[in-house]
């Protein structure tokens, strides 16, 4: 069984402080806007394949239902500014399939998107206690798809992995979490994991 509650993931990335965190209800009402401006950006609703438009109550809607099928629905943060969001969904025992977004367009292709995947990985490991992450992308998403290369995924043509493809152009890669744990030492040892406390102005 997954841990109840709110879960963060921080680490000092040079001069930047990264953070990878759980929103709250709260929090998810107070930037709706801002998620929903990420999605409906042309770019990012192209690389997603994402056919609909959303407005802010779509958003807490959608939080709302996710967190309540058991999906860990994570913000990434850079001192301080949402950059974007990520998830671990159809969760199954110890696997689950992992998705992420730079919904800033300014900083995409500067490198956040695989430091705040590798600190979702440091969460999926000794927060949940994955040992399989499973991933999809269309082969034009050359970015996205380096991130995952660069953390350690491989394509992966098993009926579990095609199994998350929901268009034939699809690619299925899977990473096995133990392999991360060794290529990713350092991370591991830097990144400080905590429960969040709700009541705090920061973590209500």
Known sequence: ??????????????????RVYEPTPAEVQASASSLAAFYNDDHNAAMM????????????????RSRAKG??????ERDGELLGDADFRNIEGSEAEFAILIGRRC?????????FAAMMHVAARRV????RVYATVIPRNIASRRVLEKLGYRLDASPKARLLLE????????????????????????AVITRRGVGSPSDA
Do not use: I, K
């Open 107 to 115: 900083q995409q292709n500067r490198g956040w998107g695989t430091r």
């Open 167 to 190: 268009r034939e152009d699809e690619l299925a890669m899977s990473l096995d979490l133990a392999q991360f744990e060794q290529l990713h030492a350092g991370l591991l040892q830097r």
């Open 128 to 131: 949940f206690g994955f040992d």
């Open 49 to 64: 394949t994402n056919t609909r438009r959303f407005e802010a109550a779509d958003v807490v809607e959608w939080y709302a």
């Open 71 to 76: 999906d860990r629905l994570f913000w990434l």
């Open 1 to 18: 069984m997954l841990p109840e509650g709110y879960w963060s993931v921080e680490s000092l990335e040079g001069e930047a402080r990264l």
